[in-house]
């Protein structure tokens, strides 16, 4: 018996987005690691389905499940704007096992000066790399801009864990060990405003409840870049916090200072445990749809209009009586042109750079 695909859209997430749960079910499945394995052929095939499905021509015998398997492959490898393939190393998929790998080594080699520089640039070089694969083709970044902010988180990251490690040498251990992780949280806050920046001097797009554009608003660009900032950190949290912690006390013990050539891989899959989680809760900490009261968006220094509850412009300026007025902004925290894809610019996890939301890159914004 062939399913019923008259009704299916295959742009719609399977989960409720206007809950933490449902977040971070959308995105355990979107930055499935499994997925860079796919061969090349599959995710070809992946996308063929998902355009068929977009046009309303899908197969006779294709199933609900088939979709939605192409679906997931199409978001993991294919560029939301373009529909390009993008490069492995830059998809969402690869996040978790580059990650891993990346912070393993950091939390490792924390001691000498010349790996304390070179595993930090290569955290941002791969950084680097996941921005410019999964930029935004309707606002793109340029070049000259993605070097500056390159050159300048990773001046931070460095900066920031050599004079660390200089002003920690006298405290215990275990301060040493967290010093990675204060760099990675130094770059993300260098980086991430620096990558955006043309958001904060113009704004960013503002819609009505009809996706009227009605003016653009950088208090709500302000608060997209907060928020990919604070889940960026958050994604890396726990693993840089926690796992030091772990292996200071693991690295006391008789057998494993006979294998100490087995602790790097150790840490780098401890790290793959925690990312695998956190990427995903991280990503859904906030709703990709961010409501606000108008008048935190609605003032003299945004160049947005009010607006009467029934969607209609007010004469004048606002006044402080508006302010109580129930519209509120809603603020699209992705890159993406449709609400089941994440931007990449926060799934880092020790990145300096997600898309926005937790996943975001240039928020759109409308009147809910």
Not at 188 to 213: S, W, Y
Not at 226 to 254: C, D, F, N, Y
Request: hydrophobic residues 40%.
């Amino acid at each position: 018996m062939e399913a019923d695909l008259s009704g299916f859209n295959i742009d719609e997430p399977r989960w409720d987005q206007c809950t933490f749960l449902g977040r971070v079910k959308h995105f355990f499945n979107i930055t499935d690691p499994r997925t860079v394995l796919v061969p090349e052929r599959e995710l070809d095939w992946a996308k063929v389905m998902v355009e068929k499905s977009r046009m309303g021509v899908v197969p006779p015998g294709t199933q609900v499940e088939q979709l939605l398997y192409a679906k997931k492959l199409y978001d993991s490898a294919f560029h939301p704007d373009t529909g390009e393939k993008m490069n492995v190393i830059g998809r969402m998929s690869f996040q978790v096992p580059g990650g891993m790998i990346i912070t393993g080594f950091m939390l490792q080699f924390y001691r000498t000066m010349p790996a304390v520089i070179f595993w930090q640039w290569v955290n941002q070089s791969f950084n680097a790399l996941v921005n410019y694969t999964n930029r935004n083709a309707a606002s793109p970044t340029s070049l000259r801009q993605m070097a500056l902010s390159y050159i300048t988180a990773t001046t931070t990251a460095v900066a920031t864990a050599v004079g660390m490690n200089m002003l920690t040498k006298r405290a215990p251990p275990l301060v040493g060990r967290w010093v990675p992780f204060a760099a990675v949280a130094a770059a993300n806050c260098v980086n991430i405003p620096m990558m955006r920046q043309q958001e904060l001097i113009q704004g960013i797009c503002v819609k009505d409840r009809n996706h009227n554009e009605i003016g653009h608003s950088r208090r709500a660009a302000a608060i997209g870049i907060t928020q990919v900032v604070v889940s960026r950190i958050t994604m890396a949290a726990p693993g840089m916090i926690l796992l030091p912690v772990v292996m200071e006390r693991l690295e006391k013990l008789h057998f494993m200072k006979k294998v100490k050539v087995l602790h790097a891989p150790l840490q780098v899959l401890l790290c793959g445990c925690f990312l695998i989680f956190m990427v995903p809760v991280a990503c859904g900490l906030f709703p990709q749809k961010c409501v606000f009261c108008r008048h935190l968006l609605c003032c003299k220094h945004c160049g947005l209009q009010s607006y009467r509850e029934d969607g209609n412009l007010a004469p004048g300026r606002m006044k402080s009586g508006l302010s109580r007025m129930n519209c509120q902004f809603l603020i699209w925290n992705q890159n993406s042109k449709t609400p089941s894809r994440p931007s990449m610019e926060n799934l880092c996890p020790t990145s300096t750079s997600i898309r926005a939301s937790k996943c975001p890159i240039p928020a759109r914004i409308s009147l809910y």
